[in-house]
């Protein structure tokens, strides 16, 4: 298998922009985590989808951000509009049946930079 | 909400040398899990480990729940072990995990 895969891997945008990030997960897995890495606040959780459906989305920071997961092997982060702090690296992970505590996938990151 | 203390928050080693990597919290936990961030950013789940002890290899991880606090160790520590090491607990109510701050880990060949 060839792991949890995001794209793109490197994403520079100015600000004001819509920024589209994107994640297939592991075939067979159920889960799926978006997650934000940033050296002032670490790594946080974004979103939890479990068979496509959010079940925690309160680590999305405001409104600006969007998940959609509309089937079992694609999911997208959308930044509308971006701002200079949005910058960092976004994770996507899965995992199978559904329970987090299960080992989690991660995939490479995307490194986004908003000027 | 919970608090998740990692030390040392960096660690220096010469290869063949052992160490400890301590994760305390501030409340009573679900789960905990370890994971490793490798120098090119990829991640990797090392332990789900909610109490007890588990051993893989070079590495083995002990968590005491009563006493709030997870311990990673290292044995025999080789260059590919440098990386960041996170430790992520998760509370009763929530499919969220928190992380620490990590420690950052250097071994020196």
């Known amino acids: 298998d060839a792991g949890v895969i995001q794209s793109p891997r490197h994403e520079v945008t100015e600000m004001g922009q819509e920024v589209t990030l994107r994640c297939k997960p592991i075939?067979?897995?159920?889960?799926l985590f978006w997650y934000r890495q940033t050296m002032m606040r670490g790594l946080e959780l974004l979103i939890y989808f479990n068979n496509n459906v959010p079940i925690d989305d309160s680590g999305m920071p405001e409104d600006r951000f969007s998940a959609k997961m509309p089937n079992a092997s694609f999911s997208t982060l959308k930044i509308q509009p971006s701002e200079p702090r949005d910058s960092a690296v976004y994770f996507c992970?899965?995992?199978?049946?559904?329970?987090?505590?299960?080992?989690?996938?991660f995939g490479p990151g995307t490194r986004l930079t908003v000027l | 909400g919970i608090q998740v203390e990692q030390s040392p928050p960096d660690l220096i080693l010469q290869e063949g040398a052992n160490s400890t990597l301590r994760c305390n919290f501030s409340?009573?936990?679900?789960?905990l899990q370890w994971f490793h961030q490798n120098p090119w950013g990829q991640l990797i789940n090392l332990f789900y480990?909610?109490?007890g002890t588990k051993q893989n290899g070079r590495l083995s991880a002990t968590t005491v729940a009563t006493e709030r606090y997870s311990l990673l160790y290292i044995s025999s520590s080789q260059t590919t072990d440098s990386g960041v090491y996170f430790c992520?607990?998760?509370?009763?109510?929530?499919?969220?995990?928190?992380f620490g701050t990590g420690t950052r880990l250097k071994v020196l060949a």
């Open positions: 992520a607990v998760r509370t009763s109510g929530t499919y969220k995990y928190i």
């Open positions: 992970a899965s995992t199978f049946r559904g329970d987090p505590d299960n080992e989690q996938f």
């Open positions: 075939s067979g897995h159920n889960s």
């Open positions: 480990i909610p109490s």
């Open positions: 409340d009573s936990v679900n789960n």
